[in-house]
């Protein structure tokens, strides 16, 4: 693509889908050929731009008595665009910003996503465990990109600006761009079932706290966090501290609700003890906590968990269960 090979040229730094080996997951590409875009789902979602895997959230030095802090340090973070996200990741950056901005809001978080425009492609193509349109989504939602491309020929796609950051990228590189065709975009995406009633599942889900659904689900699960660190929207995460002699950092870790060891309290007890009551507490942040808090679903519909799971849980057929 032209306009993505400009990009580059310009000094931009790109995140896109690159393949390696069997798996496709978002890079830092130098070349627009690097890309590949034949994939259903990347492995990973690409919530590490915003919300890294390990982050220093600040420094120090103790020096006879007195500590000296080095603070986050906004200038490391660089103007950022990811390419080739699908809409249920880039919806899934609804969901990470109403956690990180619930109560204070979350510097590191809030100055990567101002810093970075998410160009979106529609799907067309999907898999068993695809379920979008069952939460609210759509192979070709707007939403969470700031610019999505539907590809409508072998070299063509559809524009879509959705927000002012969008708008300002066009603009910049307008000579890449001309008038759309009268076309109807629902012809060229994919076209996924609708598995289940969220109206029923938001009615019910909320009043199962004590249901014995939980134990039944829960039954082959690990406990491993696959699915966890493969979701677009999860963001659990640890605090750690990495010292050596007179210096050191506090870091920011992924974590996992469905960890033994997450609730654990410093006198040993742990409020949720058993594999159930981890996978009940995963499931009600997801669609029930997140909407009565956030108003917004903890969930997209990507399916990547339930391709991650090595148990095969498909959150998809638990939802259908509990819906009806």
């Known amino acids: 693509m032209d306009w993505l090979s400009q990009l580059l040229q310009d000094n931009k730094q790109v995140y896109a889908p690159v393949l390696k080996g069997d798996k496709t997951d978002f890079k830092h590409i130098g070349s627009a050929d690097e890309i590949s875009m034949d994939h259903i789902q990347t492995t990973l979602s690409a919530k590490a731009i915003a919300f890294p895997r390990t982050e220093k959230l600040f420094?120090?030095?103790?020096?006879?008595?007195?500590?000296?802090?080095?603070?986050?340090d906004t200038s490391m973070i660089s103007e950022t665009v990811v390419f080739g996200i699908h809409p249920c990741d880039a919806a899934g950056f609804k969901p990470l910003s109403g956690i990180f901005n619930w109560d204070t809001k979350d510097l590191p978080f809030n100055e990567r996503m101002k810093r970075t425009t998410l160009i979106g492609v529609s799907c067309t193509q999907c898999d068993e465990y695809c379920f979008c349109t069952s939460v609210n989504?759509?192979?070709?939602?707007?939403?969470?990109?700031?610019?999505?491309?539907?590809?409508?020929?072998?070299?063509?796609?559809?524009?879509?600006?959705?927000?002012?950051?969008?708008?300002?990228?066009?603009e910049r590189y307008s000579s890449f761009f001309e008038a759309a065709p009268e076309v109807n975009k629902e012809d060229f995406i994919a076209g996924v079932p609708v598995r289940f009633s969220l109206d029923d599942l938001q009615e019910k889900i909320s009043?199962?706290?004590?249901?014995?659904?939980?134990?039944?689900?829960?039954?082959?699960?690990?406990?491993?966090?696959?699915?966890?660190?493969?979701?677009?929207?999860?963001?659990?995460?640890?605090?750690?501290?990495?010292?050596?002699?007179?210096?050191?950092?506090?870091?920011?870790?992924?974590?996992?609700?469905?960890?033994?060891?997450?609730?654990?309290?410093?006198?040993?007890?742990?409020?949720?003890?058993?594999?159930?009551?981890?996978?009940?507490?995963?499931?009600?942040?997801?669609?029930?906590?997140?909407?009565?808090?956030?108003?917004?679903?903890?969930?997209?519909?990507?399916?990547?968990?339930?391709?991650a799971c090595p148990v095969d849980m498909n959150i998809c057929e638990h939802l259908e269960e509990i819906s009806k």
């Open 207 to 307: 009043n199962m706290f004590e249901s014995k659904v939980w134990k039944k689900q829960s039954e082959r699960c690990l406990g491993c966090g696959a699915c966890a660190f493969v979701c677009p929207t999860c963001a659990c995460f640890d605090i750690q501290e990495e010292a050596k002699g007179s210096t050191g950092s506090r870091l920011r870790c992924w974590d996992a609700c469905g960890f033994s060891l997450f609730t654990v309290h410093a006198s040993g007890h742990n409020p949720r003890e058993t594999q159930s009551q981890r996978w009940r507490q995963r499931l009600l942040h997801k669609f029930s906590y997140m909407p009565e808090r956030l108003d917004v679903r903890g969930c997209t519909g990507c399916g990547r968990c339930s391709r």
């Open 59 to 72: 420094s120090y030095i103790r020096q006879k008595g007195d500590v000296t802090l080095q603070d986050y």
């Open 137 to 170: 989504g759509s192979p070709g939602n707007t939403g969470g990109s700031d610019i999505l491309l539907t590809p409508i020929s072998k070299e063509g796609y559809l524009v879509e600006i959705v927000t002012g950051k969008g708008s300002a990228l066009v």
